[in-house]
């Protein structure tokens, strides 16, 4: 384990309690609503806050005991951490701001140059090295502060809301890049994000967080098999796939076809909302192109809503009003036709 | 939003502007133009000048060596009895400077607190130069660190984090990090605290005296001329009164934003 936390801390009337650990080169996503407590989760972990109580573990050693009276500060514990709007010193060039790291740990000057400079090269930026933060966009500055995150080679990298800054169109390079950053950095990283999808591109597990606990600790697929709140249902009761676009359609892991709106290519996931999934008793007849056959294999009631799993070639969840389960008497189980429309499936390049 | 003022607000205040510019209309129009290059180039004026120089200098890199720390420690670290060393730090600014020179006297002078010591350490501070320099920088210290703290106050502590997460020790960020971010403050008071030293009086020359040459400066000079050549004293005012003018505006995107 690299990184082992038992973490008790609060300030006024909130308070987090959480404890978790993340296996050498495993990616976990630190997922919860706003002001569930990621944050300062991630701070305490950091040493950027002080524990009330607890432990935190960093690679085998003890950076932080409460009861033992231990607290390493926070520039000896080998954590890299992004911070949410990138915190990139203003006064230093880009090149200036990745070495930084190399320069207060002794690296000679030319030297922590020439290895800053590769890191920039890795993002695309050599070009920019001279450059001041400001003149940078919301995902270049994203990019340069993993950089000189990682510039240092930290035991484990923490990032808090890497792509609350960015916009949309932004985001899925962002994520692309942070994808590829990950893998060659092969460390062990905490990303902070409350969107599913990012979630789910960018890590192998689920740590869900609610009210300052931990509610949920899994896979994505485990985690959806049972959610246990509202929230948790929401956040991965999305239907996910993924696949390969091949311009207007998507072939996924399983070999099945999925039609899609937006033309794309290359490694994709592909999400809609189990609102958007129509059951039927008989294989329907009209405009949708996606239609699979299936089981009805678990309905749960939520208000007015019943979430019914699919079970089949391709599996899903969908949501449809408790007068239509009546209807089609989705409680008995049996065979089952879902239906998806092109447009109703969101593709994001992976 | 731009207004009519209401005449009850427009009267008081159309005096309060002359009231602050008769005296420098007064300055102004008496000023011996014709003579002033003589008189500055005299001298007493160039000796008053030059060590006034020296002593503003002298005084606010001293103010700056101390001041910044404590401004540090006042917005960084929250200790009992924090509000009073942050009242004892802006003190001078309300104090007569008079009383300062005489408290000084009996912290420094040869009968003072640490008269013996620095006897012993062979320091002689009244009535000397470095006096000069002290009674000026008790005086305009706390324009630095008021500057600075408010500085201080309004950095982004994620700049000082970040750098705390990439290893660098405290003294570190604080040098290359909290330091260059917080130039624009430090300059601003710096320049403030230099000002006021400049124009120092009261407490020069009560604890450092008035000794051409030594503890004589510009504002001592202007006095003392006042008396026996005031076409003398009137040229001192004047420089006086564009080195003020200079800082203001220099100063005047910090001062007065938007």
Same mark, same amino acid.
């Given at each position: 384990?690299?990184?082992?936390?038992?973490?008790?801390?609060?300030?006024?009337?909130?308070?987090?309690?959480?404890?978790?650990?993340?296996?050498?080169?495993?990616?976990?996503?630190?997922?919860?609503?706003?002001?569930?407590?990621?944050?300062?989760?991630?701070?305490?972990?950091?040493?950027?806050?002080?524990?009330?109580?607890?432990?935190?573990?960093?690679?085998?050693?003890?950076?932080?005991?409460?009861?033992?009276?231990?607290?390493?500060?926070?520039?000896?514990?080998?954590?890299?951490?992004?911070?949410?709007?990138?915190?990139?010193?203003?006064?230093?060039?880009?090149?200036?701001?990745?070495?930084?790291?190399?320069?207060?740990?002794?690296?000679?000057?030319?030297?922590?140059?020439?290895?800053?400079?590769?890191?920039?090269?890795?993002?695309?930026?050599?070009?920019?090295?001279?450059?001041?933060?400001? #003149? +940078?966009?919301?995902?270049?500055?994203?990019?340069?502060?993993?950089?000189?995150?990682?510039?240092?080679?930290?035991?484990?990298?923490?990032?808090?809301?890497?792509?609350?800054?960015?916009?949309?169109?932004?985001?899925?390079?962002?994520?692309?890049?942070?994808?590829?950053?990950?893998?060659?950095?092969?460390?062990?990283?905490?990303?902070?994000?409350?969107?599913?999808?990012?979630?789910?591109?960018?890590?192998? #597990?689920?740590?869900?967080?609610?009210?300052?606990?931990?509610?949920?600790?899994?896979?994505?697929?485990?985690?959806?098999? #049972?959610?246990?709140?509202?929230?948790?249902?929401? +956040?991965?009761?999305?239907?996910?796939?993924?696949?390969?676009?091949?311009?207007?359609?998507?072939?996924?892991?399983?070999?099945?076809? +999925?039609?899609?709106?937006?033309?794309?290519?290359?490694?994709?996931?592909?999400?809609?909302?189990?609102?958007?999934?129509?059951?039927?008793?008989?294989?329907?007849?009209?405009?949708?192109?996606?239609?699979?056959?299936?089981?009805?294999?678990?309905?749960?009631?939520?208000?007015?809503?019943?979430?019914?799993?699919?079970?089949?070639?391709?599996?899903?969840?969908?949501?449809?009003?408790?007068?239509?389960?009546?209807?089609?008497? +989705?409680?008995?189980?049996?065979?089952?036709?879902?239906?998806?429309?092109?447009?109703?499936?969101?593709?994001?390049?992976? | 939003?731009?207004?009519?003022?209401?005449?009850?607000?427009?009267?008081?205040?159309?005096?309060?502007?002359?009231?602050?510019?008769?005296?420098?209309?007064?300055?102004?129009?008496?000023?011996?133009?014709?003579?002033?290059?003589?008189?500055?180039?005299?001298?007493?004026?160039?000796?008053?000048?030059?060590?006034?120089?020296?002593?503003?200098?002298?005084?606010?890199?001293?103010?700056?060596?101390?001041?910044?720390?404590?401004?540090?420690?006042?917005?960084?670290?929250?200790?009992?009895?924090?509000?009073?060393?942050?009242?004892?730090?802006?003190?001078?600014?309300?104090? *007569?400077?008079?009383?300062?020179?005489? =408290?000084?006297?009996?912290?420094? /002078?040869?009968?003072?607190?640490?008269?013996?010591?620095?006897?012993?350490?062979?320091?002689?501070?009244?009535?000397?130069?470095?006096?000069?320099?002290? =009674?000026?920088?008790?005086?305009?210290?706390?324009?630095?660190?008021?500057?600075?703290?408010?500085?201080?106050?309004?950095?982004?502590?994620?700049?000082?984090?970040?750098?705390?997460?990439? /290893?660098?020790? *405290?003294?570190?960020?604080?040098?290359?990090?909290?330091?260059?971010?917080?130039?624009?403050?430090?300059?601003? /008071?710096?320049?403030?605290?230099?000002?006021?030293?400049?124009?120092?009086?009261?407490?020069?020359?009560?604890?450092? /005296?008035?000794? *051409?040459?030594?503890?004589?400066?510009?504002?001592?000079?202007?006095?003392?001329?006042?008396?026996?050549?005031?076409?003398?004293?009137?040229?001192?005012?004047?420089?006086?009164?564009?080195?003020?003018?200079?800082?203001?505006?220099?100063?005047?995107?910090?001062?007065? *934003?938007?």
């Amino acid at each position: 384990m690299t990184l082992v936390a038992d973490v008790q801390t609060g300030a006024g009337g909130f308070s987090v309690d959480a404890a978790f650990a993340v296996g050498a080169g495993e990616t976990v996503a630190l997922v919860g609503p706003n002001g569930a407590g990621k944050t300062t989760l991630l701070r305490a972990v950091a040493g950027l806050s002080t524990l009330d109580d607890g432990r935190v573990v960093v690679g085998g050693r003890v950076v932080e005991d409460r009861r033992a009276g231990i607290r390493v500060p926070v520039e000896d514990r080998a954590i890299g951490f992004v911070f949410q709007d990138h915190a990139l010193f203003p006064h230093l060039s880009l090149l200036d701001n990745v070495a930084f790291g190399l320069r207060a740990r002794g690296v000679g000057r030319a030297e922590a140059a020439a290895r800053a400079r590769l890191r920039l090269d890795r993002v695309g930026l050599a070009d920019r090295a001279s450059d001041r933060p400001a #003149r +940078l966009s919301g995902g270049e500055a994203q990019r340069v502060a993993v950089a000189r995150a990682v510039a240092v080679e930290p035991t484990l990298l923490l990032l808090d809301e890497p792509f609350a800054s960015l916009d949309v169109r932004a985001r899925a390079e962002a994520r692309h890049h942070l994808r590829d950053e990950l893998a060659v950095f092969g460390g062990t990283a905490v990303v902070v994000t409350h969107d599913p999808v990012e979630a789910m591109t960018l890590a192998s #597990r689920l740590l869900v967080l609610e009210e300052g606990r931990v509610v949920q600790d899994g896979t994505p697929a485990a985690i959806s098999e #049972r959610p246990r709140s509202a929230y948790v249902a929401e +956040l991965v009761g999305v239907n996910l796939f993924r696949g390969r676009a091949h311009g207007d359609h998507v072939i996924l892991l399983s070999g099945a076809h +999925l039609v899609i709106a937006d033309a794309g290519h290359g490694d994709v996931l592909a999400v809609a909302h189990p609102r958007a999934v129509a059951l039927h008793r008989h294989p329907p007849e009209g405009t949708p192109r996606n239609v699979w056959a299936g089981v009805a294999d678990r309905v749960e009631h939520l208000g007015e809503r019943v979430r019914v799993r699919v079970g089949g070639a391709v599996p899903l969840v969908a949501e449809v009003t408790a007068a239509s389960a009546r209807e089609l008497r +989705l409680a008995d189980g049996g065979e089952v036709w879902a239906s998806l429309k092109a447009t109703e499936v969101t593709v994001f390049p992976v | 939003m731009t207004r009519r003022p209401p005449l009850a607000l427009a009267v008081p205040a159309g005096l309060g502007v002359m009231f602050l510019a008769l005296p420098l209309v007064g300055l102004v129009q008496r000023a011996p133009w014709a003579a002033v290059g003589h008189q500055l180039a005299s001298h007493e004026v160039r000796q008053a000048l030059r060590l006034s120089l020296v002593t503003s200098l002298a005084a606010t890199a001293l103010a700056v060596v101390l001041g910044v720390p404590l401004a540090w420690v006042l917005a960084r670290v929250s200790f009992r009895g924090r509000a009073l060393v942050r009242a004892l730090a802006l003190l001078p600014i309300v104090l *007569p400077p008079v009383v300062g020179g005489v =408290a000084l006297l009996l912290a420094f /002078g040869r009968r003072g607190l640490l008269g013996g010591w620095l006897a012993a350490l062979g320091v002689r501070l009244p009535f000397t130069t470095a006096g000069a320099v002290v =009674a000026e920088t008790f005086v305009a210290m706390p324009f630095v660190v008021l500057a600075t703290e408010a500085g201080l106050r309004s950095l982004d502590p994620r700049y000082e984090e970040a750098a705390a997460t990439l /290893g660098a020790r *405290p003294w570190s960020v604080f040098r290359r990090v909290t330091l260059p971010l917080l130039a624009p403050s430090l300059g601003a /008071g710096a320049a403030l605290c230099w000002a006021r030293a400049l124009g120092e009086f009261g407490a020069t020359i009560t604890f450092a /005296g008035n000794l *051409p040459g030594r503890t004589q400066t510009m504002p001592l000079a202007v006095y003392v001329a006042l008396e026996s050549q005031p076409d003398g004293a009137i040229a001192l005012s004047l420089l006086l009164v564009a080195v003020s003018v200079v800082v203001l505006v220099l100063l005047r995107r910090r001062l007065f *934003p938007a």
